[in-house]
């Protein structure tokens, strides 16, 4: 049980466009969703906390009209990176949970190379 | 804010022997989460261990073991009998857990554990 799918495992686009990844719970009903970003070597930093049916919080320094949240469904967030560009690839790991304070499930993540 | 530290960035260990990660912890609150996570080569982030703050108890699973000390701030990690697969990045978290307070998991630098055979 608890298993969170993301979608997809890795992805390549040219600078200036748009990707969307998909976070899905697939086994329980996410109420809140959160996705993080890690470079290489390093740790996991949060980029922002989706609750489902409500507009995305970010973390302080992170760009919302470039990093768009959506979390329309208990079992789906997506997050689109607009305008990609060389500085945005990185790996991008979702985590859900079925309630406040309840233990968060990692997706396997999506690596993200933009050229 | 919360903050997580590892101080140390690689450890290594025999397989079959006992290692222990080291990691301590600021944060003003009284009630709140502490967990380690294991970050394998796939990066599938994987729950390790979990500690309640208001228990006194150290928690086990298994081969996992920690040291929590509440007034120091420090929650260490001891990995008995270490297997092959035990080889991985590990990471300390902290998560509030008072009601109204953030969610959010707040991560350190981890610390990347190599077994010897």
């Known amino acids: 049980g608890a298993v969170v799918s993301q979608h997809p495992s890795w992805v390549i686009c040219k600078s200036g466009t748009s990707v969307k990844i998909e976070c899905r719970s697939l086994?329980?009903?996410?109420?809140?969703m959160f996705w993080y970003r890690q470079f290489p070597k390093q740790s996991l930093m949060l980029m922002a906390t989706?609750?489902?049916?409500?507009?995305?919080?970010?973390e302080q320094g992170v760009e919302k009209d470039k990093f768009l949240i959506n979390h329309a469904s208990l079992t789906l967030s997506t997050l689109t990176v607009t305008s990609a560009h060389p500085e945005d690839s990185s790996f991008y790991i979702c985590?859900?949970?079925?309630?406040?304070?309840?233990?968060?499930?990692f997706g396997p993540g999506t690596r993200l190379t933009v050229l | 804010a919360q903050t997580v530290t590892q101080s140390q960035p690689e450890m290594s260990v025999q397989e079959a022997e006992t290692v222990t990660l080291s990691c301590t912890y600021d944060?003003?609150?009284?009630?709140?989460?502490l967990f380690w996570y294991k970050q394998p080569p796939s990066r599938q982030m994987i729950l390790v261990i979990r500690?309640?703050?208001?228990?006194?108890q150290n928690a086990t699973e298994n081969r996992f073991s920690v040291n929590f000390q509440k007034a120091a701030k420090s929650f260490s990690l001891k990995i008995s009998d270490s297997q092959l697969g035990d080889a991985a990045m590990y990471f300390c978290?902290?998560?509030?857990?008072?009601?109204?307070?953030?969610?959010?998991?707040?991560f350190g630098k981890g610390t990347k554990l190599t077994v010897n055979p």
């Open positions: 985590s859900a949970s079925t309630g406040y304070l309840n233990e968060q499930f």
């Open positions: 086994d329980f009903q996410a109420t809140t």
């Open positions: 989706s609750n489902e049916g409500s507009k995305a919080t970010y």
């Open positions: 944060t003003s609150e009284s009630d709140y989460y």
């Open positions: 500690q309640e703050a208001y228990k006194q």
């Open positions: 978290a902290y998560r509030s857990a008072n009601q109204g307070g953030s969610e959010k998991l707040v």
